[in-house]
């Protein structure tokens, strides 16, 4: 043991990680790095031990099984096509409105959400077939980047979401209540979304022209053929997820494998299966999976000598501490974890502050679910604000030259959704039923 004080031990290990986050290592390294290093320095070689039973307890989690399962679900429904044919549905019934077609690419995004659950996918998807067609059609080039980062960052909370699996087993809460916790949220951002671009396109009509009509000019039925057969086969997949865990069928484990059937079999459906499409979407689930398994073992190998030193302690302390009873310890957790979302993946942010937090929960007073929930939200605003940022590195990436859209132009897109983030959770404190109404509706 050393002679340091758990304030200063704290201190020291906050400090490491986050120098070494800013030096441009990849995060399991300072957080693994640190955690091992001062635990071996503080405990000696039993920490080993330590570490060994938290990493192998959490690689063998058997509700994390549901990663790779929704991950490969929404690998092969990005290459299933399905995308493409709802936004050329929507594409003619929405596309006469002002900001339509931003509108749609919310839609699309919001819809995908409940498919897909991995950001990279959605954004890529959205990237690809509504980016060209906004700016064709003279949409600003900020409107445009926004609504394709705030709708594919849906896919991160609206369930199913790897975020909700992996923050399940950490908090011991139910990942099935969870997912029906974040779908009332998820939607209301959606709203919020759909709102401030119909809004934003009446007062500016220059950036978000309507579609000529010339080019809507398909018949009643036809559209709605298109759209019927577009959303079908949708909602047939988000019922066989969601619908079997909301009505207590089976849990989320067994549904993820239960959808990541169903999405081959509308890959098949729709012929785009082949041999290349189901070696690059196992080599994604894998490299996905190993991506947040070895982030959460470093990090699991962190909190736990964090926590051995007592500096969990120090941080409840410092939380309770805070002006303002427990709404004020409230606003400054919700601060930390805007700022965490700056410099450090939502992979790391969970697997250390939800260890350190949830324990604290249960002293201030708040509903476990509702507080889990928050912090899902707060952390969509880290997929959106610089310098780490998901989002915008995933739109950039994959926008064609050819359109001439930059990081500035991204980043005044995605600023006014940041905003309307923050209203969201501004209404999840004002009205929680909006977090846990359909949680009490699930058939146990």
Not at 26 to 42: D, N, S
Not at 206 to 228: C, G, N
Not at 302 to 330: D, M, Q, R, T, Y
């Amino acid at each position: 043991m050393t002679g340091l004080s758990p304030e200063v031990i704290t201190i020291l290990m906050m400090g490491a990680v986050l120098l070494g986050v800013l030096t441009g290592f990849p995060l399991a390294i300072p957080i693994g790095g640190v955690g091992v290093i001062a635990g071996y320095i503080m405990f000696g070689a039993p920490v080993f031990d330590l570490i060994y039973s938290r990493v192998f307890a959490l690689i063998t989690d058997y509700t994390l099984l549901a990663v790779p399962l929704f991950v490969f679900m929404g690998s092969m429904l990005e290459r299933s096509g399905i995308a493409e044919r709802m936004y050329g549905a929507l594409y003619l019934w929405l596309g006469g409105f002002r900001g339509g077609l931003a509108i749609i690419t919310v839609l699309i995004g919001t819809i995908m959400a409940a498919c897909v659950g991995v950001i990279a996918a959605s954004i890529t998807m959205l990237a690809l077939i509504a980016l060209p067609a906004m700016l064709k059609r003279g949409y600003s080039k900020s409107l445009a980047s926004g609504s394709i980062c705030a709708g594919g960052c849906l896919g991160i909370l609206i369930p199913p979401s790897i975020m909700l699996v992996i923050y399940g087993p950490m908090a011991w809460i139910s990942v099935g209540k969870l997912f029906m916790a974040a779908f009332v949220p998820g939607l209301v951002l959606s709203g919020l979304y759909c709102s401030y671009i119909a809004i934003r396109s009446m007062l500016q009509p220059e950036i978000a022209p309507a579609v000529p009509v010339e080019e809507r000019a398909v018949s009643f039925f036809k559209k709605t053929i298109m759209l019927f057969t577009s959303l079908l086969p949708t909602a047939l997949l988000i019922l066989s997820v969601l619908g079997v865990i909301f009505f207590g069928i089976a849990p989320p484990t067994e549904a993820a494998a239960v959808g990541a059937g169903v999405a081959t079999i509308l890959a098949i459906a729709y012929r785009r299966f082949n041999w290349t499409v189901l070696r690059d979407t196992a080599l994604g689930t894998v490299k996905l999976t190993a991506m947040v398994l070895l982030i959460g073992s470093c990090s699991t190998a962190f909190v736990s000598v964090f926590l051995s030193a007592g500096c969990g302690k120090v941080v409840e302390n410092f939380i309770l501490a805070a002006p303002g009873g427990h709404w004020g310890a409230f606003i400054i957790i919700m601060f930390i974890c805007f700022l965490l979302g700056m410099f450090i993946d939502w992979i790391g942010i969970l697997f250390v502050m939800v260890p350190i937090l949830s324990p604290i929960v249960p002293v201030l007073g708040f509903d476990e679910l509702w507080f889990a929930m928050m912090i899902c939200v707060n952390l969509q605003m880290s997929f959106m604000t610089p310098p780490f940022a998901y989002a915008i590195f995933f739109l950039k990436g994959t926008a064609d030259p050819a359109l001439g859209v930059t990081t500035a132009d991204i980043i005044r897109g995605v600023i006014p959704f940041v905003i309307l983030i923050m209203v969201g959770l501004g209404l999840c404190v004002a009205f929680p039923e909006l977090i846990l109404w359909l949680p009490g509706m699930m058939i146990k």
